[in-house]
């Protein structure tokens, strides 16, 4: 009778203890891709930032352990809007007119740039996530984009309770690394970076 009240007890809290399953909600997330103007013309270019629509993922956290996050996130490429008002109000940037938005936008999805018909998906994946403090962590990870795959590292803010995961980190990479040459005209006059920041905030709700 003791072993069956002591196994009464134990299955109830080792089902609370297990890891929880979180889906990234893209109606709440937001996946940003900041790109910066260069060139001794850059004077008549734009900073720019560019909003995904598309957002998969989901989040798996073990609370029993301190370090046991993990995450994989799928963005489909054609999703990624070109200086949508919102992402540029977010960033202090001044609102662009249909037209120019729209020939950004036939630039960043050319066969030269993102070429997202070729390569349909950017995609990130956790292979280490370290707990810092109650809220910090260091996510370290594999992200694919253009058809190449390089390891990542990011600093996040993460707040999460057995209903909701939101985390917010950037990660700071290089187009050129992922074998994508950044934007120029005017023969380099007016150009992008080729350093660009991708901003993350993810909020994802727990599975079931």
């Known amino acids: 009778m003791h072993r069956l009240i002591a196994l009464a007890i134990l299955l109830p809290t080792a089902a609370a203890a297990a890891p929880t399953r979180y889906l990234v909600d893209a109606a709440q997330s937001t996946v940003d891709v900041r ?12 900073d720019h930032a560019m909003r995904a629509r598309d957002v998969k993922g989901e989040v798996v956290f073990d609370p029993t352990a301190a370090n046991a996050l993990s995450m994989k996130i799928v963005v489909a490429a054609a999703s990624i809007e070109a200086d949508p008002p919102e992402a ?12 120019d938005r729209q020939e950004i936008a036939e630039h960043m999805r050319a066969d030269d740039q993102l070429a997202v018909r070729k390569y349909p998906l ?13 809220s910090d962590y260091r996510v370290e990870g594999k992200l694919t984009l253009h058809g190449v795959t390089r390891a990542v590292r990011l600093d996040a803010k993460v707040t999460i309770t057995p209903e909701r995961f939101d985390g917010r ?19 380099g006059a007016v150009k992008n970076k080729d350093g660009v920041q991708l901003v993350l905030h993810l909020v994802a709700a727990a599975g079931k």
């Open 122 to 134: 950017i995609v990130f994946e956790s292979t280490a996530i370290r707990r810092l403090t109650d």
């Open 35 to 46: 790109l910066f103007k260069d060139g001794v013309a850059s004077g008549l270019a734009h």
């Open 169 to 187: 980190g950037t990660l700071r990479l290089k187009q050129s690394d992922f074998g994508i040459t950044p934007y120029s005209a005017a023969l």
């Open 88 to 99: 540029r109000k977010a960033y202090g940037l001044e609102p662009l007119d249909d037209d």
